[in-house]
């Protein structure tokens, strides 16, 4: 959930005007702002297309049938800023809640105490299967925290799998910049794997206990359409889908790409490259992913390690046709502005990641064009259109985030520890295809292993080395007790006594 609706609270705007010359553009400040957008909805979501087949349903491509996955079609609402939710009934009786879709975590968490920013809330005690668990948990996210406590409690999704799951549930009762002023959504459905849950990884993740209690696909697909619509609007509406238990073919267009899942944890992927325009970085691959790259929908924008991202502003700033380019933009402190209808697209580079095919010795290219990261932000003045940067630096890895995300239909397909990339079919502005797959490329030129140290690695590390010195313990312990025996054997039986006692306290503290 990093990072949401960073730019929600942007300092001031700076803006660049149009001056009539075809290339030639200079900076003027023309206010200053210091408070939170006062969003008004301007523009309409590009619609989905469904393309229905011959019998008017869209079914499952489970073998036992059990998904209707048409049904699944347009379950999420919100935007890039502020997260993609979906409506679940929680309790009995059922008490509806909008609950973020985030792949970067893996709790299962809903607002269970007033909160100024919500509407709403999780009422533990007019439940009747709610069962508190008695124990803390504590989530801190790259952007904000809560605190609250663990229970179990039936659930089920009425644009989702048929059926009432009963799911490890955290009430939420306390929280710091977790909740966003007007978001429409109180809670969280962390979709990532167990290691990742709090307190620790026996809490079972929500999907986990979908997947073992009805029997679908251990698969989750998800289409974002944010793309091209300015953020933070007010108005709910249709903009995305969340498919349970497989693919839904009319989410995307072409064929799906697959790059293997480095580990389990995040959804955790290995960058080769990447290109701006047709220029390649060069940067040593492992940079890219230093210290991981992952696919994460709770994160609002595309978020590149320090040295990556000073090397991509580098690039599109030579690539760009714009001449001294306010360094706030790049910073997310200023918005850039443009006479309306003089839309800055092709003053901007494409943007390619290119990801290991599940062939490690090759690899394919996700390209966004930059309608999708110079993003429209809600209507500030009469006779300006504002954009603002949907790239930002990260101290904690590389984000594939909802800026990249909007482009395709992603496929998280655990069964097989890989996840999928196609072209979506709502990444579309005026006829225009926002964002391209293309491969195989031979990976032959990029090393072999790209991958940095991770911090999963490291924290096996730190297993491997307390088990060993647990493992040299018991040993030392042991040889204790055999230098002992002989003692036994020369002393009396007067003795045996004290030794017995001994054995027993070895045996406890080997407990
Ligand atoms: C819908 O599917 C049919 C048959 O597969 C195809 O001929 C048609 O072009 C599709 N329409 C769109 C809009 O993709
Ligand atoms: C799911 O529930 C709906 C509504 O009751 C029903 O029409 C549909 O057949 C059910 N699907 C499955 C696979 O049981
Ligand atoms: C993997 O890619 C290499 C290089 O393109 C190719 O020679 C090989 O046949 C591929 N292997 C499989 C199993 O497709």
Redesign the pocket.
């Known amino acids: 959930m990093a990072k949401l609706c960073n730019s929600l609270f942007l300092g001031c705007f700076l803006c660049v005007i149009h001056t009539g010359l075809p290339q030639s553009y200079y900076a003027v400040p023309i206010k200053i702002f210091a408070g939170q957008f006062n969003w008004s909805p301007e523009l309409d979501l590009v619609p989905l297309k469904r393309n229905l087949t011959e019998n008017g349903l869209s079914l499952a491509s489970s073998p036992a049938g059990v998904v209707h996955f048409l049904n699944m079609l347009n379950n999420l609402q919100g935007d890039s800023g502020r997260g993609y939710y979906m409506e679940m009934l929680i309790g009995t009786p059922p008490q509806s809640l909008n609950i973020l879709v985030d792949t970067g975590s893996s709790n299962f968490a809903v607002a269970a105490a007033p909160d100024s920013d919500i509407t709403r809330h999780f009422i533990s005690m007019s439940s009747t299967t709610y069962q508190s668990l008695g124990k803390a948990v504590t989530v801190k996210y790259t952007q904000g925290d809560w605190e609250g406590e663990l229970g179990s409690e039936q659930v089920s999704i009425p644009k989702g799998p048929n059926g009432t799951i009963t799911v490890n549930i955290a009430a939420i009762l306390s929280s710091n910049g977790f909740f966003i002023p007007g978001v429409n959504w109180q809670g969280i459905l962390g979709l990532a794997y167990p290691i990742l849950a709090q307190p620790d990884s026996s809490v079972e993740p929500f999907f986990d206990s979908l997947v073992r209690q009805t029997s679908i696909p251990d698969v989750f697909s998800l289409q974002m359409c944010g793309a091209g619509i300015a953020a933070g609007s007010t108005v709910d509406r249709a903009a995305g889908s969340l498919i349970m238990g497989g693919i839904e073919p009319t989410l995307y267009k072409g064929s799906i790409w697959y790059t293997p899942i480095q580990e389990e944890w995040y959804y955790q992927v290995e960058i080769l490259k990447l290109e701006v325009g047709d220029q390649n970085l060069n940067l040593d691959c492992k940079e890219y992913n230093s210290d991981k790259a992952i696919v994460d929908s709770g994160t609002t924008l595309l978020r590149l390690p320090k040295n990556v991202f000073a090397a991509v502003i580098d690039a599109i700033v030579q690539t760009s046709l714009i001449q001294d380019f306010p360094a706030g933009f790049w910073t997310d402190t200023k918005l850039a502005c443009w006479p309306k209808g003089e839309t800055p697209w092709r003053f901007f580079p494409k943007l390619s990641i290119y990801l290991r095919d599940t062939?490690a010795?090759?690899s394919f290219r996700i390209t966004i064009l930059p309608q999708l990261y110079i993003q429209p932000i809600e209507d500030l003045y009469d006779t300006l259109d504002c954009y603002r940067f949907g790239i930002s630096p990260s101290a904690s890895g590389l984000v594939i985030g909802a800026t990249i995300m909007e482009g395709f239909y992603v496929i998280f397909d655990r069964a097989q520890k890989r996840v999928g990339f196609a072209v979506s079919t709502c990444a579309e502005s005026s006829g225009l295809l926002l964002s391209e797959i293309t491969g195989?490329f031979?990976a032959s030129d990029v090393s072999s292993d790209c991958l940095g140290g991770s911090l999963l690695r490291e924290r096996l590390l730190w297993v491997i080395s307390y088990s060993v010195m647990a493992i040299c313990t018991l040993v030392l312990l042991v040889l204790l007790l055999i230098m002992a025996l002989p003692c036994r054997c020369h002393r009396g039986s007067g003795h045996r006594a004290e030794i017995n006692d001994e054995s027993s306290l070895i045996r406890n503290r080997i407990k």
Do not use: I, L
């Open positions: 062939n010795s090759q195989p031979v």
